[in-house]
Structures are given as C-alpha cells and as structure tokens.
T-cell receptor
C-alpha cells in the first residue's frame, strides 16, 4: 500500500505569498490530521478531519491558515499571507479509525523568507 | 503542565548496551499509548503500541503504569540504527494524539 503522500517536499517562498500544502491519505483511512513541527514547540496538531469533515481546528494558529478536504483522497493546508514564523515542517497523518495509530507522510519543509 | 512530558536526553550509549527512559502523562483518563520513532529530518514512525499488560517487540519492551501515569521504553542490545528521537504519544480521551517532545538516543560504536 502507498503511504501518506505529501507535496511539495520542500517549499521556499517570500513572506506575503500564498502557500498550499497537499496531502493524499492512505486509502480507507477516515481520519486525517495536519501537524506542524518546530524545534521550539515540537509537534503540534493544527486540525483534523473525519470522513472529510473538519472536526477540530482549535490548533490552527490564526485566520491566515485554512484547511480543506474536498474528498476522501485529498486535503490541502493553505497559508495566506505567509510569514517567516510559519517556517516549519508540516506533516499530514492519517488513521483508519479513532483507535488506530496514525501514519505520517514525509512532510513539507516550509521556509518563509 | 504539558500533557506529555519526556526527558529530552540525550542518552549516549555504546552498542550492545541497554537503555531505558520514561514519559509521564497528565490525563488519567487517557486510553491509548504509543511510542513513535523519528529520525533526523524524517517523519515520525510508529514503533509500537503500549498495552496495559506491557508488551515486547524484539529488542524493545514497553510498559504502562496507569497508577503513576507513566510509560517506559527499554531497548536491549542497542544497535547503531537505534539512534533516533523517541516520541511518547498519548490519546487523552478523543481522536487526537498528544506528543511528547521526544527523547534523543545516540548509540555509539
């Protein structure tokens, strides 16, 4: 089985630009999670979906961040406008159900200049 | 207080040694527990789930102590390839996971 697929692997852009991160979950996994990891704050949950519906977005830092899951095989995390403090590694993870462990994608390493 | 706390280490051990470390969690209603492994600049990967009775997977042994609210991981006969950051992960009471900051283990030849 293919794992969680994220794109791009690396993104470098100037502040103020819109950034879109993409995730393709493992087929059959009903839960999808977006995380951000930094040295200072570790791994933080931003938002998660169940059956394409956003359940908890309390971790989204501010209105500049938005996430969508238009269908069971695709999700996006968008930052507009981006700021240097958004620089981090963003992971997408999915699980089959609420009791199963989560499987992570390779992550997107984002640098905002 | 953080939901999951870990000793950051680093634990520097020679090949073949045994290394063990704990993490503590704050929510006594937590239901699921895991150890993940993260290599430098890579994604976290599930190492093992932790069951109430304790469980073993090859050289790795995990224990759960609900009364004291801690989880342990023991690595026997450590290999160079065991060098990584080990993340303690707890599911408090819903579908979200709480991650510890990680314990770094370095195995030297």
């Amino acid at each position: 089985d293919a794992g969680v697929i994220q794109s791009p692997r690396h993104e470098v852009t100037e502040m103020g630009q819109e950034v879109t991160l993409r995730c393709k979950p493992i087929s059959g996994h009903d839960y999808l999670f977006w995380y951000r990891q930094t040295m200072m704050r570790g791994l933080e949950l931003l938002i998660y979906f169940n059956n394409n519906v956003p359940i908890d977005d309390s971790g989204m830092p501010e209105d500049r961040f938005s996430a969508k899951m238009p269908n069971a095989s695709f999700s996006t995390l968008k930052i507009q406008p981006s700021e240097p403090r958004d620089s981090a590694v963003y992971f997408c993870a999915t699980s089959r159900d609420s009791n199963q462990p989560q499987h992570f994608g390779d992550g997107t390493r984002l640098s905002i200049l | 207080r953080k939901e999951v706390e870990q000793d950051p280490g680093p634990f520097n051990v020679p090949e073949g040694a045994t290394v063990a470390f704990n993490c503590t969690y704050s929510n006594s209603a937590s239901q699921s527990f895991f150890w993940y492994r993260q290599d430098c600049r890579k994604e976290p990967k599930l190492l093992m789930s932790v069951y109430s009775s304790g469980n073993e997977d090859g050289r790795f042994t995990a224990q759960l102590n609900r009364a004291s609210q801690y989880i342990s991981l023991l690595i026997r006969d450590s290999k160079l390839s065991d060098s990584a950051t080990y993340l303690c992960v707890v599911r408090p009471n819903d579908y979200k996971l709480s991650f510890g900051a990680g314990t770094t283990v370095t195995v030297r030849a």
